[in-house]
């Protein structure tokens, strides 16, 4: 480590403080570090998604973003210690930069929430296996968790700027178009395809800009721990005393040629003064030694009471007040109203029986909604499950129902009576769930819970269809919006083929 070459001012620095002198260092070299990081970046995640899904390609890009986050901490490092490299120094520079420590950290260690504080230990020190670990171990103390709320504080701006992102884009469609797109219908409509595409191109844009600060708040508060380890900012205030003083025996050479030939004289004259004096002929022990010889603890103390030593520091710490002993008590004076601690003990008890009783109540009403709602609890009973009549108003028999739905559908809809056709197809579809494919629909179940119900009872296509239908049933039934006759036509031709009684 050349410190002398540092391009930042080391003293020791809040943890937090140290987080924004990395955010500090990535907007002072903002050039060289996203040049860097968009020339490995961006070719990755135009690969990812030339040759996979982009759902796969979102998924791969996030877990390389351990390998990619080296480009960045290479160039970092280089700045800070006073050589930043070019764009193609950085990419000579990344095979040496992979390892060690690659395999690792995508692998066993690709969850640890604090990898960009742990990243320099296997680029930077080298070090690998139980080396590393243990180097790891020694720079978490009393930062760890600083390194950590790092990663969960990005985490959550990647979420938010991921959203505003898509909500950007909802807010730039024009409504005139066909009124059904929205920031849900993005993830939960039909076009899964758009979904994915455009969830993957906001997710790549967040990371390109959010990930370079990532990893440089992580290696400030690496070295911010190595400072106050092992007295960075202390070398470095004594390599400047030194060279301070290095300088001023040429300031004192300047000095008058007469001084320097009496203090030459008069040396000589003490010389000769010493010679002339008979040496004893044992040495003699001095009759009481230095007071920091003879009691250097003391000689300590008066140091360590000087004021660049002057230093403290407050902890909080938990302390359990209970034992297995009881703890001796004075007695009570007599004048103490006995029946006012009897009272206040009284009532701890009744509020520690009334806190283990809700916590009693809450566990049986956990257990009782989670039997209900994967049905454990009306198989244990023998109970058999009854269709219930309607459902959202909508009267659901077979017998209410044509014998014919879509061809009557499709009449309604060209004679002008969408919602008629709609409601009818939509009654249908759910009869056929309710008496065909055996969906356990309940009358309190929304149109959602029908969506998620009927998932594992019917084919993909099937589903496709239902979560169609029920879309249009919302847009034209609940927000009143007109509907191409088209595109009724279209489910009502549609419908035979998904729902149409079985054989």
């Known amino acids: 480590m050349q410190l002398d070459r540092l391009a930042v001012q080391l003293r020791l620095r809040n943890p937090w403080e140290a987080i924004d002198l990395g955010f500090a260092m990535v907007r002072t070299w903002m050039r060289e570090v996203y040049a860097a990081w968009f020339a490995v970046f961006l070719p990755v995640c135009a690969v990812a998604l030339l040759l996979l899904p982009p759902q796969w390609a979102t998924l791969l890009v996030w877990w390389l973003k351990p390998a990619l986050d080296r480009v960045v901490l290479h160039v970092l490092a280089s700045g800070v210690f006073g050589e930043l ?186 010389a000769g003064a010493l010679l002339a004096v008979p040496a004893p002929a044992r040495a003699q022990a001095p009759a009481q030694p230095p007071a920091a010889a003879e009691r250097p603890a003391q000689a300590i103390k008066e140091i360590l009471k000087r004021p660049e030593f002057d230093e403290y520091r407050t902890r909080t710490v938990l302390e359990y007040l209970g034992s297995k002993k009881q703890k001796e008590t004075k007695p009570r004076p007599r004048s103490e109203s006995v029946g006012w601690a009897t009272f206040i003990d009284a009532l701890a008890q009744l509020v520690r029986i009334l806190a283990w009783a809700a916590v009693g109540v809450a566990l ?103 979560a169609r239908l029920l879309g249009a049933w919302q847009q034209l039934a609940y927000a009143r919006r007109r509907l191409p006759a088209a595109e009724i036509e279209s489910l009502c031709t549609d419908w035979a083929l998904h729902f149409e009684a079985r054989a």
């Open 85 to 270: 490299p070019r764009l193609r120094d950085t990419l000579r520079a990344l095979p040496r930069a992979l390892s060690p420590g690659l395999i690792a950290s995508l692998t066993w260690y690709r969850l640890f929430l604090a990898r960009s504080f742990n990243l320099p230990v296997w680029q930077l020190e080298r070090q690998r296996g139980r080396a590393a670990r243990l180097r790891r171990q020694q720079l978490q103390r009393r930062v760890g968790s600083h390194a950590v709320w790092l990663t969960m504080a990005c985490i959550h701006f990647e979420i938010a700027l991921g959203l505003s992102a898509v909500a950007l884009y909802d807010l730039l469609v024009p409504t005139a178009g066909d009124g059904e797109f929205g920031l849900f219908q993005l993830f939960y409509g039909n076009n899964q395809q758009l979904a994915q595409w455009s969830f993957a191109i906001a997710y790549f844009a967040v990371v390109s800009v959010l990930e370079p600060a990532y990893v440089g708040g992580g290696f400030a508060l690496y070295l911010n721990r190595r400072t106050a380890l092992e007295g960075w900012d202390l070398e470095v205030a004594l390599r400047r005393i030194g060279q301070r003083a290095r300088a001023e025996p040429r300031g004192a050479a300047a000095a008058p040629a007469g001084g320097t030939i009496a203090a030459s004289l008069l040396a000589a004259a003490l």
């Open 364 to 466: 049986v009403f956990l257990a009782y909604y989670l039997l209900r709602h994967f049905g454990l609890l009306r198989e244990a009973s023998g109970s058999r499950y009854t269709p219930p009549v309607t459902l959202f108003g909508l009267d659901v028999r077979p017998d209410s129902l044509p014998a014919d739905i879509a061809s009557e559908a499709a009449r309604l809809a060209r004679a002008g009576e969408l919602l008629r056709a709609l409601s009818l197809l939509y009654r249908g579809a759910l009869a056929a769930l309710l008496h065909r494919d055996g969906v356990e629909l309940a009358s309190g179940d929304t149109e959602q819970d029908c969506l998620r119900k009927s998932r594992p009872r019917l084919a993909a296509p099937a589903h496709a269809y239902f």
